[in-house]
């Protein structure tokens, strides 16, 4: 039962242009978020979280908005740079000693 | 500061077998989580180990165990290997909780 979804294996994005990366989530008890990077050979590191209190957190070229009605989070990155490919995850928890982790969003910033 | 170290990075079993993986978290970082990452299946979190006891569990089967030992260090067991056990075994520290995870680079196992 996968209650954090990313519907988007791949994405390509040509350089300078924006990133939209996408999750879902079913359960409506989740009331913290977080984004993941992920290079090969190397652990996932933290990018940018919000709170259900918030729908839109910034952090220099990183945005993410939150749409508790729809139960969807996404990652705007912005501009896009070739270092920025990676695979991205999203994450939620409402207890935020347990979180959920979507499939991934591989994504390729080509020069 | 030292970040959070996996032992070993890659480990080959045979079916059957059991293994243990090492954690040692950040100083001063008295939470343990362990995640297992499949293709396909995102990260599966399996634990979560706050001074030395067991405060939360994902549904995996009890093949899994894990434990924390007072230096806040952390082993994670799976015994009766299976082929479908084969994945990247991430751990993560945080002071207190999930709230600002750290993760180690972890640890690719391969079940044959």
């Known amino acids: 039962d996968q209650q954090v979804k990313q519907n988007s294996p791949s994405l390509s994005v040509q350089e300078g242009r924006i990133s939209i990366l996408n999750c879902d989530y079913t359960?409506?008890?989740?009331?913290?978020f977080l984004w993941y990077k992920k290079y090969p050979a190397e652990g996932p590191t933290f990018l940018i979280s919000?709170?259900?209190?918030?729908d839109k957190n910034e952090d220099g070229r990183f945005t993410v908005f939150l749409n508790k009605s729809a139960k969807h989070l996404s990652l705007h990155i912005v501009p896009s740079q070739p270092g920025d490919s990676a695979v991205y995850f999203c994450?939620?928890?409402?207890?935020?000693?347990?979180?959920?982790f979507g499939t991934g969003t591989s994504l390729t910033v080509i020069p | 500061k030292a970040g959070v170290t996996q032992t070993p990075r890659y480990l080959i079993k045979t079916r059957g077998q059991q293994v243990t993986l090492s954690c040692s978290p950040i100083?001063?970082?008295?939470?343990v989580s362990w995640y297992q990452q499949t293709p396909g299946q995102g990260l599966q979190f399996l634990f979560e180990?706050?001074?030395?006891?067991?405060?939360n569990k994902g549904n995996f089967p009890g093949r899994f165990s894990g434990r924390q030992f007072s230096n806040s260090r952390s082993e994670m067991n799976v015994s009766t290997l299976e082929l479908g056990d084969s994945a990247l075994y991430l751990c993560?520290?945080?002071?207190?909780?999930?709230?600002?995870?750290?993760f180690g680079s972890g640890t690719r196992l391969t079940v044959v």
């Open positions: 994450a939620a928890s409402s207890t935020g000693n347990q979180f959920y």
């Open positions: 100083s001063g970082h008295r939470s």
């Open positions: 919000i709170s259900s209190i918030k």
């Open positions: 993560a520290s945080s002071p207190r909780g999930g709230y600002g995870y750290t």
């Open positions: 180990y706050f001074s030395e006891t067991q405060r």
């Open positions: 359960n409506s008890m989740f009331d913290y």
